[in-house]
Structures are given as C-alpha cells and as structure tokens.
C-alpha cells in the first residue's frame, strides 16, 4: 500500500513538473511560432497591411472627427466611424476608390497620399506573392515535386512501364473506382514522359506523377501512402536493367510500404519467384507473376487447344464474357455455397465458380481472428484456433469448392458474366 502511494505521489509529480515544464516554456513556445509565421512573406504582407488599415481607421478617426468625413446617418458612434475608417483604408490600398469616404482636412489628405502609394506598393506585393506561389505550385506539378500529402482514399501507382499509357487506361477500364485525379504515379522518369500521357490522352489529364524512387520511404511519405485506398507496384521499365534489380526494388518498396501503412492493399508485379517469400513477409495482398504467366499459358496452348483464346477472353474487358470478383449480401455468410451459386445465377445471370477468402488487410483479420479465438473457455480448443490464425492467406481463391461448403467471412465471389 505505501508502494503504491508512493508510486502515486510520484507520478503526480512528475505529471505537474510537466505542467510546470510546459507552462514555462510556452513563451517561448509561442515565439517560436510567431516567428515562423512572420518569415512567411504572404502572410507578413497581409499582417502589413491589415496593420496599416487599422492604422487608418484610429487617424481619421481622431484627425476628421469633426470633419465632413462622417457626416452620414450610419456614422453616429465611435465603433461606427471605426468601421467606416477601415473601409475607406481598404478601398483606398486596393485603389478601388468609391469615393463615398473622403478626408476634408489637411492632415487627412497628405495621408491618404500617402496611403495610396503605400496600398500601390503593398497590394502589388501581395499579387506577385501570391502569382509566384501558383506559378511555383504549377512547376512543382510539371517536374514531378509536388506533394500529394493532402490525398486521402487514393491510388499510388510505383514505378514505370514502358507501356504506361496502355496500363493507366485498362487500369481506368477495369476498375470504376480507379479515377486519374485521385491516382498518384511515382517513378523516377522524365516529367515530359507523363506530361506527353495527359496532352494525348483526355481521360488521363488528371493524373499526378510524382518523380522520384518508389521505394524510397520519403517519397511514398510524400504521396502518403498510409492514407490510400491501394497500391500498385509495378515490375518498373524505366531503366535497362536486371530483373533481380527490378524485383529487388519491388521488395523495397513493399517492405517499406508495409512499415509505413500495415492496412492498405498491395499488390505487387514480380518477374522473379524466387523473391515471393520477401513480399509475403512484407503481408503483400496479390502477386502478379509477369513471366510466369506467359510459360503457363504456352504450357496450356500446348496439351489444351483454344484454352489462350478463352484466358483472354476473360481477362479482357473489352470482350461480350468477363470474370470479375464481386461482394454478395452478408445473408450468405454461413450459407452454402450452392445457395450462393443459385444467387447469382437468377440475380445477377453470372454463373459462379468459386471464392476469393480471407480479401481486405492481413491486419484486420488476424485481429478478428485472435478475438474469436479468445471467446471460447476450453484452453485446447483456443490453441488450435490461435494456430489457425497463423495460417490465414490474404486474398486465397477457393475454385470450384463442394455444394455443401460454407461461405466465410471476408470473401467475394468469383463469376463469369456478361461484360457490361
């Protein structure tokens, strides 16, 4: 008890010495600020000017307060005049002149001179300030230095194919959520290569770029990556090099990603198996085997005639048939997967043939897995459950499972069907 007192006490003391610290250190603090704020020329120049307008409003407050300058119904208090003397400053700086505020005495009118040449100078500082800093923001943009830190729920796409243009619009194609204004390129190529994309390609004119090493943790900060909705790493082509170095870059990059954001979706292009368990420890979503692919196909051409004709009809969106992954009514959740199949077939006329388990971030899952397991009593049975949890796969496709099996959690469908 007097340990634990005494831990209190303490812990009181340190939590006031922090208050005290804190307290103490605030004019500094606040001074430190201030003094940020004023080395920002815009806002010095407005703070300038917003001084001397006030300036104004207090002279001729006192120097034609008995002047013909506020003879007017509205004018008939001090805090009235105030405002009237304000606004004649403005008006005046910005050399609009109304007209209907004038100074009648002397005094009055050798400073509104000068306050017109000093609104001249001012406001012309403040323009130029402010032209500067979109002109600069355009460069930025048009050399690939602009920072996208202020997207949210977007698309980074790292690295460069030599076919970019032709990637961006089956990317626009395939997914109708995939928008250019909310997609972010990073790559560390000549800006007129993606200036050349927006000029001949209208639905690509809102595409950011941002140039620079995609697996460089700065820059995937800069485009910021833990606020995106997906991430696509690209086997890149913007350099003649390996393919060890190309997929050693890829590893890099999602590796990094994953220490930035745990929860966005990745999905990663490798031209080289033998790098797979580096992006499965960095828990990347989907793996796109480039060269793999190719050998599987010709292998298939070979013993199954007309099957190359068919894997490209179906994964060309341009086709009458497509297959697609699609959500389906919670309902289903425990369900059969037949009942599933029926579903589809008389709702969405697609036939299905199988299921994409465990889709969304490898995070969330092990968590929703760890509280399930952790609701049961029976100490057995909670080991087994927390070993099952070591095991879940990311986005596992399950094909052409049995009649009788029960739909999971997290799942989409996997169908054949019309392209729309």
Known sequence: MIRFVRRAAKAGGERDNTRVSYWKKFPEN???TLKAVWKVTFIRIVIIILAAALFTAVFTLIVESDSPMYKTDYDKTPVQRFVSGFYYAIISMTTIGYGDYSPKTVTGKLFAIALGLFGIVSISLLTANIASLLVEKKLKEGRGLKDFSFMKNHFIVCGWKKNMETVLKDMLLENDKFKPGEAVIIANVDPDKAEIIRQQNPQLKDINFLRGDYYNEAMLRKANVQAARQVFILADESEDVSATEIDSKTVMAAMTIHTLSRDVRVCAELLDTKYEHYLKNAHVDEIIYTNDYGRLVLAGASGSPGLTNVINALLNMETDVCIQTHSFPPDFIGKTFAELRDYFREKMKANLIGLVENVGSYRHHKKEAIRE???????????????KVKTIVSNNPNLHPDDDYTVQK???????????
């Open 30 to 32: 606040a001074a430190n």
């Open 373 to 387: 397991a952790q609701k049961t009593p029976d100490i057995s049975k909670l080991v087994e459950r927390l070993q």
């Open 410 to 420: 997290n799942s989409l469908a996997v169908v054949i069907e019309r392209n729309r």
